[in-house]
């Protein structure tokens, strides 16, 4: 009888604490949903029936009429972030406020993984003075016959296989083939050919990063819901392989180009470059500015670390093998099912073309082709990418023109997905409409303030690489509409939504799609 009660008492003890918890926020006078006992706000994503992204829009849905809301991860307190106009505090006018975001990989541990995205406070800043650089137009310009020479393996691999028939293709895989060229030529400066070689060693390590098995599934969880016992129990998310394999790349290019005295215009040189001087030789006048702004004492810029290389280079790999290919899929997808604007991008690029000479890309003519980069936006608001961003708070922020205070430490949830198809801010925002970026960079009509179009964040800590993203897309979409017309295999598909994989973080479709290619008839 005694240990029944005992059992019963220790039950209570623990629903109590549990509720307890539970009203974080509400004791804090911030709106709050009705948590679960034990799953919070998030129990759909740990049944694995929704994404990280769609969990956090069903949330956005319930909750937008309020500024700030309070929600559980688990029993961790977390807050969402809905109003646009509070947005702009967070990431531009608050920013030395919310300047991190909450990093739950132990970079002792995993130290490749200390890049640009991940490292915090004033080594962020530093490496973001540093990096900025190589990504100004002269640069990517620079790199420009690098991307095009992936494109024309592309457009040769399309245009053999619809010659001898197959003309049936998975584009989400053929993208991420197409940007793995892209990525380990430009970034480390070694051609290979994904496309037509889909088991590539660049290719599978790609594959690698994403996979989810069980072990990775575990220590994700422990590192968002249970940071505390991360700092305990030590683990590195990266695999063994990967690093090495990266490592031995990375390596490999910077001792053939010193002992060869070989350079050449890619990601990595300039990398080489930050590692040898500390600076861009095209840019040092700029880079000395950066660095009197960053409130450097030392006159002259600290050079990159082989350690910051790797993991830099390391991160150029990852943020654009996924992001890109994925971006492409969704765009193509949308062009299947929409031959008006199909037809609408084919003569825009037709046009281009024909007043250049019909004789390929140009990195100036890219900039030309406006309307495919309205269909390439309008893919980015319907399917961010990373359908959510992270920040925390630095120190206590009082929400404007209220009592509440946000505490120090809060991590900062910003529903992207929820808010970028918000009906009151996008006009039946389900439809893949391109002419909303015409006249818009951000897409809306709307009389609402503040940040709301996020594929890329925005503010200092915006997505670096931008620039290369775009130019790289519009390459992949325009190698292939120059010369096919797309349909949909699946005529179901052209009236539904895509499912997303519940299992990723990155927004992606659950199930692959194929795409019919015909040969254009071009006067």
């Known amino acids: ?31 709050q949903l009705q948590p679960h006992f034990i799953f919070g706000d998030i129990q759909p994503m740990i049944k694995q029936k ?30 969402l972030v809905n109003d646009p106009v509070l947005l702009q505090h967070v990431f531009i006018k608050n920013f030395t406020n919310f300047h ?34 190589t990504f100004t137009s002269g640069k990517l310009k620079g790199m420009f016959s690098i991307i095009t020479d992936c494109g024309n393996v592309l457009d040769k691999y399309l245009v053999d296989n619809v010659n001898n028939g197959s003309d049936v293709f998975e584009f989400r895989d053929l993208f991420a083939r197409f940007n793995t060229n892209i990525i380990s030529s430009v970034a480390f400066g070694i051609d290979n050919d994904c496309i037509n070689d889909p088991d590539h060693i660049f290719r599978k390590m790609g594959v690698k990063l994403f996979e989810m098995d069980w072990k990775k599934k575990l220590q994700a969880s422990v590192a968002i819901f249970f940071p505390l016992l991360r700092k305990i129990v030590k683990f590195k998310f990266t695999h063994d392989d990967v690093e090495q ?58 050079k990159l670390t082989y350690e910051e290389l790797l993991a830099n280079a390391f991160l150029f790999f990852v943020a654009g093998f996924e992001t890109s290919s994925s971006t492409l899929s969704f765009c193509i997808f949308e062009l299947a099912r ?85 009906p009151d801010i996008y006009d039946n925002p389900l439809e893949y409409r391109p002419e909303r970026f015409l006249d818009s960079s951000t897409g809306s ?13 925005d503010g200092p800590r915006n997505c670096i690489g931008m620039r290369l993203a775009k130019v790289t897309t519009k390459i992949g979409m325009a190698t292939v509409l120059a010369k096919f017309n797309v349909e949909l295999v699946d005529k179901s598909l052209e ?29």
Not at 56 to 63: A, G, I, P, Q
Not at 450 to 457: D, E, K, V
Request: proline letters at 6%; one cysteine or more.
């Open 100 to 133: 991190d975001r909450p990093c739950n990989i132990d970079l002792d541990v995993d130290p490749i993984q200390d890049n640009l995205f991940n490292t915090p406070g004033k080594k962020w800043r530093d490496l973001r003075t540093k990096l900025s650089p």
């Open 338 to 422: 929409n031959p008006r604007v199909q037809r609408k991008i084919q003569e825009e690029i037709d046009r281009v073309l024909a007043a250049h000479g019909n004789k390929g890309f140009t990195y100036e003519m890219v900039h030309e082709l406006k309307y495919l980069e309205c269909c390439i936006d309008e893919a980015l608001r319907k399917y961010p990418i990373v359908p959510l961003l992270f920040r925390v708070a630095n120190e206590d922020f009082r929400v404007p023109d209220t009592n509440l205070v946000v505490p120090k430490g809060t991590e900062m949830m910003i529903p992207v997905l929820g808010i970028q198809r918000n």
């Open 1 to 31: 009888m005694f240990a029944v009660i005992v059992i019963i008492t220790c039950c209570y003890l623990i629903y109590y604490l549990a509720q307890r918890r539970h009203n974080f926020w509400k004791n804090r006078g911030f709106a």
């Open 50 to 79: 929704m994404s990280f992204g769609q969990v956090l829009e069903s949330l956005y849905v319930k909750t937008k009429m309020h500024k700030l809301v309070g929600i559980y991860f688990l029993y961790k307190p977390v807050m």
């Open 445 to 457: 009509t709307s009389e609402t303030k503040g940040c709301y179009y996020l594929p890329f964040g």
């Open 245 to 302: 394999f990266f490592d031995g790349v990375v390596k490999q290019t910077i001792n053939y180009r010193a002992q060869n005295n070989y350079e050449r215009n890619d990601f990595m040189q300039l990398l080489i470059q930050l590692k040898d001087q500390g600076f861009l030789s095209a840019d040092k006048g700029e880079t000395k500015w950066a660095e009197k702004e960053a409130g450097s004492q030392s006159g002259e810029m600290k």
């Open 495 to 523: 009236n539904v939504e895509l499912d997303i994989d519940p299992h990723q973080f990155i927004h992606t479709p659950l199930k692959p799609f194929n795409l019919r290619l015909t040969p254009r008839v071009v006067s």
